[in-house]
């Protein structure tokens, strides 16, 4: 089993830049592809972005494209989630999450093991 923990989340601007952090603890962190997910007040638990295990993959909601950079240390059991050009739609909880079978499917249910999510909230 793995914990998740994020953290990074906060207030910013629109238009500013953000990087979340997923620390693991537990397992080697390579044993999981890796996921971001965020939920909105009100809405579902949306996919934002998803990475390999070796890292050599990743994927991206059609939203965030080349706004937002997932990347993974598995030296440091680290995943990452850098957000730039950030809108007030991009305002939720993030949350950090471990796919031990991942068939890259968006989905949450391929996901195994999730963070307790940080806030990231932007002002227009």
């Known amino acids: 089993q793995v914990q998740l923990v994020e953290s990074g989340g906060t207030l910013v601007q629109a238009g500013g830049s953000l990087k979340l952090s997923c620390a693991a603890s537990g397992r080697r962190l390579s044993s999981y592809a890796m996921g971001w997910f965020r939920q909105a007040p009100g809405k579902e638990r949306e996919f934002v972005a998803g990475?390999?295990?070796?890292?050599?993959?990743?994927y991206y909601a059609d939203s965030v494209k080349s706004r937002f950079t997932i990347s993974r240390d598995n030296a440091k059991n680290t995943v990452s989630l850098q957000m730039s050009s950030l809108k007030p739609e991009d305002t939720a909880v993030y949350y950090c999450a471990a796919s031990r079978y991942w068939s890259g499917s968006y989905s949450t249910n391929e996901y195994d093991y999730w963070g307790q999510g940080t806030q990231v909230t932007v002002s227009s």
């Open positions: 990475i390999s295990w070796g890292g050599n993959n990743t």
